[in-house]
């Protein structure tokens, strides 16, 4: 549905994007990740048609963004950051505004009121959109992009400013969104990225540091095998005698407590199996284990580990 291939952007000696590329399946919901400066808004922009590229192309549905713009618009819909909302409309005038702008053929009735409904904004339309809540706004932002009904969907930071239910809220629409539309959308929180989409693109000084399903984001680092034990006993003891183990690389205290145990994690190199070695070891000082299991690695762990070196299971310093 959507092939970047070999994009290059730079302001002055600021190079942007370096040599990107990546797909995007029908129907598939991919997050696009990085740092501030990462490149994420420039590929976005690109993409939806806001800015031309150095080098490279972007198809849409077999359309080249450059060769054939009005093509390639008409099928996507986009949600900048910053929703490009008129305050002193009314939703439902805002949407017919839209609806004409893009100049589509649909009853139009029935299309906006379809997407209102979809949007949750039904019981909405008639109200002044400066009077909206963030949420509100947020969801008016979405639903302008699903006039015309677009193949693909570009949000960029479609929960920035949203309280905790909103948040939950749109993270449900979208993945209802992606039933029937590709959705590329960018975010800094990690969590709402590894709850809602179907692969992830990782973006840092331009390059794309990686490309994966979101199941499998922890096989794109070199990865120990990691396993989270609670223990009964004095802590430095115990991390002194889990480091000790045989084939243990690395152990440490997860912070957490349950009564008089603690947590721990411990790594071990690939392909092998410490929890044997761990029972027994601490078996011998007559530490019970309370808890012991395999423990993969989040998204926030792979995100750290590419941008910015921080070993995987290890909170940054401030």
Not at 114 to 121: A, G, K
Not at 174 to 182: A, D, K, P, Q
Not at 260 to 269: N, Q
Request: with cysteine.
């Amino acid at each position: 549905m959507i092939e970047v291939s070999h994009l290059v952007k730079s302001y002055g000696t600021n190079l942007a994007l370096d040599d990107v590329s990546f797909t995007v399946g029908e129907r598939e919901i991919l997050g696009l990740l990085g740092p501030n400066g990462a490149g994420k808004s420039t590929a976005m922009n690109i993409m939806t048609g806001y800015l031309s590229a150095n080098a490279g192309t972007v198809c849409i549905d077999g359309k080249d963004i450059l060769e054939q713009p009005g093509e390639a618009k008409k099928r996507i819909g986009f949600l900048p950051e910053t929703p490009p909302l008129y305050g002193d409309m009314r939703v439902e005038e805002y949407l017919r505004f839209v609806y004409d702008l893009k100049q589509c053929d649909y009853n139009r009735d029935a299309h906006l009121e379809e997407i209102c409904r979809v949007t949750r904004l039904y019981d909405a339309r008639r109200r002044i959109i400066k009077n909206l809540s963030t949420g509100y706004r947020q969801r008016l932002g979405i639903a302008q992009a699903l006039v015309g009904n677009p193949k693909v969907l570009v949000f960029d930071e479609p929960t920035v400013g949203l309280d905790p239910k909103q948040i939950i809220e749109v993270r449900n629409l979208i993945r209802t969104l992606g039933r029937e539309h590709t959705v590329i959308l960018s975010s800094h929180i990690l969590s709402e990225v590894q709850a809602v989409c179907d692969r992830v693109v990782i973006l840092d000084g331009g390059k794309v540091l990686c490309d994966e399903k979101t199941n499998s984001i922890s096989r794109t680092i070199q990865q120990n095998t990691r396993i989270r034990v609670s223990i009964c006993g004095p802590q430095k003891e115990v991390l002194e005698v889990l480091r000790a183990v045989p084939e243990v690389t690395s152990a440490t205290a997860t912070g957490d407590r349950e009564r008089d145990s603690f947590s721990y994690f411990v790594e071990s190199a690939p392909g092998t199996d410490v929890r044997k070695g761990v029972f027994f070891a601490m078996a011998q000082r007559e530490w019970p284990v309370v808890g012991m299991e395999q423990e993969g690695y989040s998204l926030e762990d792979v995100f750290l580990k590419l941008t910015e070196g921080v070993q995987p299971g290890k909170k940054q310093k401030k």
